[in-house]
């Protein structure tokens, strides 16, 4: 399906793609004062509802905009979105800016926010079907700086993204997949739009939210499904040699799923066992949840 056939909600109305707009004068636009999420819809369902309605909620209580908008509403606005477009699956993303004030940087306090929702058909990845996107991720440690939580709260997830496109702009001579950001000190704290993870002996490791670290989605299910297995995690500070001389790691995103990483900064860290593990886990519970309760082959329960 091309862009152009797509349908997007904007303010409440579904229209045409192609037409869909937003002020000039949009605060969202002038200045970034906008909160949003990324949802993957499996099988028809939004996949996580919840949990991203909540830090949405969180994101804006974060940046103080009280949009008024309950998760029930926002909701049934996406459904609506999807239908219009007969989407499965799909990503959607869901902005919530603070709308066209009067002039200038200081919010008004009487808000009229600007709801626009985004989707684009997005087939379903995982380990038992067709990848979405294929292979192993090149990493790089970038010299830009994870913006610290006392600048911007790392948890509320704004549309202010600069600090991602200055990482990402690094990869211009590496060519690789994903921007790594060390926070102020130097330590891990995650990716350009990705959560970290590593693995040494069998235990887990990821960088821990007391850092510039995006509370993510998909990092909460991993670690959801590493207590259900027994496998052990340290949520701490690290350090990029600890990535570096993983014996494997992988990113986690709402779109990517659990992506094996290849090389840190050339240096070859590679997939394995407890990354393909999550990977089927994560897969099963989609499964089951999404797409009717199919089993896996081998039988075996996620939980
Ligand atoms: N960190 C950042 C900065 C991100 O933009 C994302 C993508 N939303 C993530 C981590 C992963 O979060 P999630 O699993 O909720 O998609």
Redesign the pocket.
């Known amino acids: 399906m091309a862009d152009d056939e797509l349908y997007y909600h904007v303010d409440g109305d579904l229209v045409p793609a192609a037409e869909a707009s937003v002020s000039v004068r949009d605060r969202g636009f002038l200045y970034g004062d906008a909160v949003f999420e ?1 949802v993957r819809v499996y099988g028809g369902e939004l996949f996580r509802w919840a949990d991203h309605a909540e ?1 949405l909620a969180d994101s804006a209580a974060a940046i103080s905009l009280d949009h008024g908008l309950s998760p029930t509403e926002l909701g049934a606005r996406v459904t609506e979105t999807l239908e219009a477009n007969d989407l499965a699956d799909a990503a959607v993303r869901l902005s919530i800016t603070r709308g066209v004030g009067s002039g200038g940087l200081t919010p008004d306090p009487e808000v009229d926010p600007t709801v626009v929702i985004q989707v684009e058909p997005l087939p379903r990845g995982g380990v038992n079907a067709e990848p979405v996107r294929e292979g192993p991720a090149t990493l790089q440690t970038v010299k830009t700086r994870r913006v610290p939580d006392a600048a911007i709260p790392a948890a509320a ?1 704004t549309h202010n993204y600069v600090n ?1 496109v200055l990482a990402r702009l690094e990869l211009r001579v590496s060519d690789a997949d994903e921007a790594v950001m060390l926070d102020g000190d130097g330590h891990l704290a ?6 970290v993870f590593f693995v040494d002996g069998d235990a887990l490791r990821t960088p821990s939210l007391d850092g510039p ?2 509370p ?4 909460a299910e991993v670690l959801d499904i590493a207590d259900a297995e027994g496998i052990p995690v340290t949520e701490g500070s690290f350090t990029p040699d600890d990535l570096r001389n993983a014996a494997e790691a992988f990113l ?4 990517r799923e659990i992506r094996p990483v290849g090389t840190v900064d050339g240096i070859e860290v590679g997939g394995g066992p407890v990354t393909t593990l999550l990977q089927r886990l994560y897969d099963a519970r989609v499964e089951r949840e999404c797409y009717g309760g199919q089993r896996l082959s081998d039988g075996r329960s996620d939980d």
């Open positions: 990324t830090r997830k991602g995650e990716g350009a739009t990705s959560n670290v995006l993510g989605i998909t990092r986690t995103g709402t779109t």
